[in-house]
């Protein structure tokens, strides 16, 4: 199911075969929270600017407009017209996000909608039972998302949990695969090391999971408000107990220095809003820095974005015209940046899987681990 390819230190080359076509890591999935890129990117879009994998969420899907109407409607890809894989996260975040409207017990989570209010009931059975109706490539288990930081003992006792629920999740797929209305009967599910910044917790927990054999692994649980070198820290410290031979999720991260990092210790998925985000006010990537579109200096820039940059928006329109439309607020605007940034992160992994491919990855990461996270200054 997973071929690693090859290696370059603990960096790694591989290719997730699944039943909705091969996915080439390291990779990018580009986040469609409700089922489309924030910004008005198409699915038909997304085929043009290299994305491999649509990531979308559980618990605003069954919010609206219903996981049962997109079954009726033949599955999400299909209801999104996507042709290519889709992930979807379990919900838990979302949900444990909702301090002050949630109760946690060992069955799940009793929480209300952030929408309407109306109560609702969500365990492992029930986001696996959500995600099968969404028919997604691969679901994500249903964890607990903890802050950090968070006391030890209750970290060690929310790990314990989660270990649990991996169990339930796992036997409720392997039931939902097997019914005959199930539209995906290959979906793959990724278990979630938890563990806080505790490096013994996140490897017992790591151990544990590893022995129920499942297609991939993701890192949760980092990249909500500990330091930068406390998230490689921990990385660092999982990584040697991951399965080498499934792939590896580092979830909800990040910059491109991130991913860069990240890969240089061995990991394969990665996911995060940033790009959309910042480009809907003006923040942009290129391969010479990051630049702030609103700066008074690009009012009278005809250059595109990143001059080396094969986007539809650097192809055909200027620093000047974009800054314009994002200033006016006209949606055009910020769709042309968020199309940029997309590309350049779908560009960033296929430029790292061609350095793993051609042996000269670490070369790679010296030079650019020093170049995208400074300012570019032309």
């Not at 696996?128 to 607990?144: G, K, P, R, V």
């Not at 990092?261 to 990665?270: L, M, P, R, S, T």
């Amino acid at each position: 199911m997973f071929e690693l390819k090859n290696k370059d230190g603990r960096a790694r080359r591989g290719v997730l075969h699944t039943v909705h076509g091969d996915i080439q890591t390291p990779v990018f999935m580009n986040v469609g929270t409700c089922g489309a890129i924030k910004g008005g990117v198409t699915t038909k879009e997304l085929e043009e600017i290299k994305c491999q994998v649509e990531l979308s969420n559980t618990y605003h899907l069954h919010i609206r407009p219903g996981d049962k109407l997109i079954h009726e409607m033949g599955g999400l890809r299909k209801f999104m017209n996507w042709k290519g894989p889709v992930l979807t996260d379990s919900g838990g975040f979302q949900v444990f996000s909702l301090s002050s409207l949630r109760k946690i017990t060992e069955e799940g989570v009793h929480f209300a909608s952030h929408v309407d209010g109306k109560k609702i009931f969500m365990g492992p059975e029930e986001s696996m039972q959500i995600q099968s109706n969404l028919a997604s490539t691969i679901a994500m288990a249903f964890d607990e998302c903890i802050e950090n930081p968070a006391p030890y003992d209750y970290v060690k006792k929310s790990c314990e949990r989660t270990v649990r629920w991996l169990v339930r999740c796992k036997a409720e797929m392997e039931r939902l695969n097997s019914l005959p209305e199930t539209i995906n009967k290959d979906q793959l599910l990724f278990g979630i090391n938890q563990g806080g910044t505790y490096e013994d917790l996140r490897i017992e927990h790591m151990k544990q999971i590893a022995e129920l054999d499942l297609p991939g692994y993701a890192i949760g649980g980092l990249a909500v408000g500990e330091e930068t070198e406390e998230m490689y820290r921990i990385i660092d410290a999982v990584e040697p107990y991951m399965p080498e031979n499934k792939p590896r999720y580092l979830m909800g991260v990040g910059t491109p220095c991130n991913i860069l990092e990240a890969v240089h210790y061995g990991i394969d998925f990665f996911d995060c809003v940033m790009p959309s985000r910042n480009a809907r006010h003006g923040n942009l990537f290129t391969w010479k820095g990051k630049i702030n579109l609103l700066n008074e200096k690009y009012m009278k820039d005809d250059r595109p974005f990143d001059e080396g940059c094969g986007c539809p928006t650097c192809r055909n329109y200027s620093r000047a015209y974009v800054r314009h439309l994002i200033k006016a607020k006209e949606a055009v605007g910020m769709k042309l940046a968020v199309t940029h940034n997309l590309y350049f992160y779908n560009d960033l992994t296929e430029k790292i899987r061609e350095a793993l491919d051609g042996g000269y990855f670490e070369s790679f990461y010296q030079k650019y681990i020093k170049i995208l996270g400074e300012r570019c200054e032309d």
